[in-house]
């Protein structure tokens, strides 16, 4: 991606820059695609392949979560596909997971 000011949370982050090296924004956001894809919990995230710690990710994670980082994210792909006019709205996919409750749990 070219713009990468397109989506940056405030203040999430060392203040070297959004591409700094070892524990920065680039390896956090690698680990967290992974743990997305993997569906791995964050105790079995490989720290060595990210050169980031699971406390590390977790905690920008966190950050980037409560500054709204995913849904703004999320409208900035959404927008740039838009302009390049690779979207078709007329049809849709909804996923979902389910998880069996616990007796007692709610």
């Known amino acids: 991606m070219g713009d990468r000011g397109a989506v940056d949370p405030a203040g999430a982050g060392p ?3 959004w ?3 070892a ?3 680039r390896a956090v ?14 105790w079995k995230l490989p720290e060595a392949m ?10 920008r994670f966190v950050e980037w979560t409560r500054a ?3 849904p703004a994210l999320h409208l900035a792909v959404l927008q740039r596909l838009q302009a390049m006019q ?3 709205w007329s ?3 909804i996923d979902s997971i389910q998880v069996r409750a616990e007796k007692g749990a709610i």
């Open 50 to 59: 990210f050169g980031v710690t699971r406390a590390t990710a977790h905690r």
């Open 86 to 88: 690779v979207l078709d």
């Open 19 to 21: 591409w700094s090296a």
């Open 68 to 70: 709204g980082l995913w």
């Open 15 to 17: 203040a070297t820059g």
């Open 29 to 42: 956001l690698a680990a967290v695609c992974y743990l997305t894809q993997a569906g791995c919990s964050w």
């Open 91 to 93: 049809r849709a996919v």
């Open 23 to 25: 524990g920065g924004r």
